[in-house]
């Protein structure tokens, strides 16, 4: 067993010791008088500095949780001795640390804002949507003033089940579907259903990083999955299922985030099959499946699940209407269930507004109509955006779809030194390691072309190959 | 103590009463080589079936937290002789278990709703509603496509800062505020926020049972504080949080759920200085400020704070527009600043097209004319269901605001029986059991009067108050 490797040297990696020796108590592994592990042991077994360890004992023994026998080691405190509480608890206004490294990145101010997975709002048929809303109000009058179904609004359900069935040939009905605000939610409450601290958590190398901030919140440790143009590595793959029993593999096979790379059809069959074998959920986000500029990609995995070993999430909110926060999550009652007690205690279930809005409006024509504009859009800005880095001997692959290039530069220019200066510019994009478990991928990032116009393309690129530039002659 | 009576007949009961023993287990009311209660013991106690206790016993004894004694009987294993797995983890596909209880008691279907404390949706100005919704796209043509600002849009901040400076008599700025997806989304963050496992948290009791549902999730233990008609015990509070340092104190101090009751205004003052003094956060869910029926209420004890011990969480989902879910939290930056880091993660921010309509329509004159006939509505349905009990020799408090009845049957009455009964006439009704921490308070119940109209309410209180004395008479 290893921690997490990524905060190997993070100050507050006892913190994880300390939670984990915490956790062992409360599940009963551990009780009064039980003497815990020595130091040197533990800290071999989650591979970390012997310190650490005894920074964690320290924590717990000044909370009363553990105490110390001379010359024989720590041991468990019965718990109504407790007396005290812990130091960095001693003001009880101290909250937990959470983190979200690309949020904090995007919410610097840029002009050239290549950092931002989004689509840009100009791009969306803003002013037929605002005709059609109060279309939907006059059928619903009561609509603002009314609860939603905590599973989300039975007519969008249904609806969203006939839509997928129609387009996936698979069976899916209203039951096995929960409406979320967002993949972004449906994420964090399968984190919070499924991942306990230490629990094992397979994600691609790279991968969406709130996701990974999320996991981290859990305590998951990660067992990074490479994926490239070509897939992943299925002898990879099995291995870390077949050792290490994973809690779940997240993945976003299609279109991938950040790199663009889809995984091919043969190897999309034989994951569902590892999984069956193997007994790991697939929780498999399938944000970017519209935005293709070739053909259309290949079915998702969940299409090849007879079993019930993919849970699939199906968002709108990037390309139909991000101001509604939309995401379906579909899979069996198993998940579906305890998923739906978890949202009641989250947010009580969505707003129903939005949920009407977004019936109405992606089960109109015209909503197909503006998904071909939009691709043929999203095209031009993709590939404004490469022909801009045409003369930089940077690295791409041209992606077939989604919102983003994964570029490395060459070896003796540093991301990290560009982003600082692309900053002080006003241009923004996203630093490699943060999409990557393992905190490594230094001389990766990702430039988003969808949040910005053409204009903004071109001047914003200028100015970093510029940028680039004037640090490779120094 | 009893289990979910909802669930009496569900199949995964059994998996209830295992938690429950585990759960006594890890809060170290059994340790290793307790005898457990004989299985008539517990189905009696929790009455459920014998053979359901007899299924639950036999899990444990398979996972090895349990042991059996020849003609004696099950034994708590010592924790380190586990070896295996639990069967149900043995697939990782197995989700951790939530409980909310209060959502699977209002999921049971009935015709005279007095479970749920919501607003009836008749009594909302709802075709004033729908008419304004177009003005306020056409001001906003690009609102669907755009994501919200992850604190709340800028523009509803600087309009709620201000409302609550004039209304509260102290400065609110827009930084110092959140909007989340209702008060429930709010808890939830600030559970996770500022509880880990063993934590201890101060809750009233009774209280809203949701929350007790949160704060078990992040395995808080729980000190309760009695409230009655005249407050809290002021001794009492100081001595638990003198003693046990609480993460902090969830209080509904203002028409409190499920009682009515409201915390004195000369408390108010002396419960901030307790909270500075011992440095325990109060969290005030103040969801019932504007629900008067006599003179408004005194003000929050945030009102009070000026070191920020007091965090303010200003929900306005119940009365003004459920379908659009909407709270402020309010508190100082090192409550904020985490806070929206764990809103980023959890659902990247509120859906905008929720907050710009809440804006315009509660920033509208007709918004306090609709409050005020709702007043008036509400203490209509109050006094006909209080005027129902009248010969019953039942006890309740009048409430002076607020949406519930707190009502507490003869001693030789059984609530649980009475729900029983009431279900199956599709009379609905939460036991008190459900929000006392302790899970006593067995002979009290809550009636809602909100989300009924004046004919349901005569018919369902002549069903119930019938069934009861039908009861009384065997």
Redesign the interface.
């Known amino acids: 067993m290893k921690l997490q490797t990524t905060q190997k040297d993070h100050p507050l990696l006892y913190r994880q010791v300390y939670?984990h020796i915490?956790?062992r108590?409360?599940?009963?592994?551990?009780?009064?008088h039980?003497k815990l592990p020595s130091i040197r042991m533990l800290a071999g077994e989650l591979q970390v500095h012997r310190l650490t360890v005894f920074r964690a004992y320290q924590l717990l023994k000044e909370e009363g949780k553990a105490y110390v026998k001379e010359k024989s080691g720590y041991y468990v405190a019965?718990?109504h001795e407790i007396t005290?509480?812990p130091t960095y608890?001693?003001?009880?206004?101290a909250?937990?640390?959470?983190?979200?490294e690309m949020?904090d990145i995007q919410?610097v101010p840029s002009v050239y804002q290549f950092s931002q997975a989004?689509?840009d709002?100009?791009l969306?048929p803003?002013?037929y949507?605002?005709q059609y809303?109060?279309e939907v109000?006059?059928r619903y009058?009561?609509?603002?003033?009314?609860?939603?179904d905590?599973q989300g609004d039975a007519e969008l359900r249904d609806f969203l089940g006939d839509y997928m069935t129609g387009r996936l040939k698979v069976s899916i009905s209203a039951d096995e579907l929960i409406i979320?605000?967002?993949a972004?939610?449906a994420i964090?409450l399968l984190a919070?259903?499924?991942i306990?601290p230490l629990d094992a958590v397979m994600v691609e190398r790279p991968t969406y990083s709130?996701a990974l901030?999320?996991f981290r919140?859990q305590g998951a440790r990660f067992l990074p999955v490479d994926i490239s143009p070509g897939g992943y590595d299925l002898v990879q793959v099995e291995e870390m299922m077949k050792r290490h029993?994973?809690?779940?593999f997240y993945m976003n096979p299609t279109f991938h985030n950040p790199t663009g790379y889809s995984v091919p059809a043969g190897q999309r069959k034989e994951l569902v099959a590892l999984a069956e074998k193997y007994?790991?959920?697939l929780v498999e986000d399938d944000t970017f499946r519209d935005i293709y500029f070739g053909e259309p990609p290949s079915l998702p995995l969940f299409t090849y699940d007879t079993e019930g070993?993919v849970i699939y999430l199906s968002s709108f909110s990037k390309y139909v209407?991000?101001?509604?926060?939309i995401c379906a999550v579909v899979g069996r009652s198993?998940?579906i269930q305890?998923?739906l007690?978890?949202k009641?205690?989250?947010?009580?279930?969505?707003?129903?507004?939005?949920q009407k809005?977004f019936l109405h409006?992606f089960g109109s024509e015209r909503m197909q109509n503006h998904l071909e504009k939009l691709r043929i859009a999203l095209q031009i800005r993709r590939d404004l955006m490469i022909e801009s880095l045409r003369d930089t001997g940077w690295q791409w692959t041209v992606p077939e779809g989604g919102l983003n290039l994964w570029v490395k530069l060459p070896d003796q220019l540093s991301v990290d030194m560009l982003w600082q200066r692309a900053t002080a510019e006003a241009v923004s994009f996203v630093p490699g390691a943060v999409f990557d478990p393992k905190r490594e991928m230094r001389s990766w990032f990702r430039l988003s072309y969808s949040f910005v116009n053409e204009e903004q393309i071109r001047t914003g690129m200028r100015l970093l190959t510029n940028l680039a530039g004037s640090m490779d002659n120094r």
Do not use: H
């Open positions: 939670d915490v956790a108590i409360q599940r009963g592994e551990l009780v009064a039980d019965p718990m005290g509480l608890e001693k003001s009880s206004a909250a937990r640390t959470y983190r979200n949020s919410r989004l689509i709002p100009n969306l803003n002013l949507l605002s809303v109060k109000f006059d009058p009561k609509m603002i003033g009314t609860y939603s905590l979320t605000s967002g972004q939610q964090d919070r259903l499924y306990r709130a901030d999320i919140a029993k994973p809690r779940f007994q790991c959920l070993w209407a991000p101001g509604l926060r198993s998940v305890p998923l007690t978890l009641s205690l989250a947010d009580n279930g969505s707003p129903l507004v939005n809005l409006y």
